[in-house]
Nanobody, 120 residues
Framework: QVQLVESGGGLVQAGGSLRLSCAAS????????MSWYRQAPGKERELVAV???????TYPGDVKGRFTISRDNAKNTVYLQMNSLKPEDTGVYYC??????????????WGQGTQVTVSS
């Protein structure tokens, strides 16, 4: 069984920083892609950042230049460094991993989410 456990959320003032972590544990053979999503109140979950197993990163929204995604493959852990935070960054941040538990098909796993609140 695989688990993703996030940590590092909290309350911060606008302009501040937070660092989120997500550790994957269990019978993992390999992790292809790790991502961070967020969901603001009343809105749909949106993709924030993606990193593949070669370290290539993608930032689909308006966080590029403020957020940095990284991963430690030896620890099966992904990080999200968030700088220059804005109130609109507030939401529940979810970790996602596309991984294999054995040679074969990939599986999609989600963490339980961690709350990030940015006050103005």
């Amino acid at each position: 069984q695989v688990q993703l456990v996030e940590s590092g959320g909290g309350l911060v003032q606008a302009g501040g920083s937070l660092r989120l972590s997500c550790a994957a544990s269990g019978s993992i053979s390999s992790i292809d892609v790790m991502s961070w999503y967020r969901q603001a109140p009343g809105k749909e979950r949106e993709l924030v950042a993606v990193i593949n197993n070669d370290g290539m990163t993608t930032y689909p929204g308006d966080v590029k230049g403020r957020f940095t995604i990284s991963r430690d493959n030896a620890k099966n852990t992904v990080y999200l460094q968030m700088n220059s935070l804005k109130p609109e960054d507030t939401g529940v941040y979810y970790c996602n991993a596309i991984l294999r538990t054995a040679p074969g098909p990939v599986w999609n796993y989600w963490g339980q989410g961690t709350q990030v609140t940015v006050s103005s």
